[in-house]
């Protein structure tokens, strides 16, 4: 069975430090994988995604995740945070799944960026 | 390029009303299209998902139902609302085959009081 975890449910950072959000999967396959965010009473929307091309992806804003099959890990990272990075943020694993796409996500974690 | 959009953003209801919901997709054919719902401080459940029109399945039993009488239409409905109905309702779409991302609206959120 697929699942995810977010290792961490808050990060707290200082604006311009980097940005590291955890997180870890279990496939039985090499899996579709995302990170997704969502800003306060808004839609998620997708910042990057893994499906097995480059293990190393980059996204929109400059975040990147590196897919690590030995570790099974997918963090999320951010050479300097700022400001409106605060949100929470998804990890996600994909299965296609009798014609539809299960998506299973992580509990989320809560960035908190400070000044 | 695709779009989806998702109303109201709002919505306060008493217990006991009815409740609908809609969805569209723009720029896109035959789209996966699915229903989920955000409790306060939770993650994401699935609600529904369609792969068709008229085609609808349901992740957990509840209070509420979907209907898709178009391809880039999906509506969630409830006869009777309750307390616990209360949430963020996110439409998604996704295209047919594959395990590729899904695409959000924007969200309603549901207050039934």
């Known amino acids: 069975a697929q699942s995810v975890t977010q290792l961490d449910s808050h990060v707290s950072v200082s604006e311009g430090t980097p940005v590291l959000l955890r997180c870890n999967y279990s496939s039985s396959y090499s899996p579709s994988l995302f990170w997704y965010v969502q800003h306060p009473n808004k839609g998620l929307q997708l910042l990057l995604k893994y499906t097995s091309a480059a293990t190393l992806v980059k996204g929109i804003n400059g975040f990147e995740a590196e897919f690590k099959k030995s570790e099974t890990s997918f963090h999320l990272t951010k050479p300097s945070a700022h400001m409106s990075d605060a949100a929470e943020y998804f990890c996600?694993?994909?299965?296609?799944?009798?014609?539809?796409?299960?998506?299973?996500f992580g509990a989320g974690t809560r960035l908190a960026v400070h000044p | 390029s695709q779009t989806i959009h998702q109303w109201p953003a709002t919505l306060v209801q008493p217990v006991g009303s009815p409740l609908s919901l809609e969805c569209t997709v723009e720029g896109t054919s035959n789209p996966n299209l699915y229903w989920y719902r955000q409790a306060a401080g939770r993650g994401l459940q699935l609600l529904f998902y369609s792969v068709g029109i008229g085609q609808i399945s349901s992740e957990v039993p509840q209070n509420l139902s979907a209907s898709r009488p178009q391809d880039r239409q999906f509506i969630l409905s409830s006869k009777k609302l309750l307390l616990s109905d209360s949430g963020f309702y996110l439409c998604?779409?996704?295209?047919?085959?594959?395990?590729?991302?899904?695409?959000f609206g924007q969200g309603t959120r549901l207050t039934v009081v």
């Open positions: 998604a779409w996704s295209v047919r085959s594959g395990a590729g991302e899904a695409f």
């Open positions: 996600v694993v994909s299965k296609a799944s009798g014609g539809y796409n299960k998506l299973i």
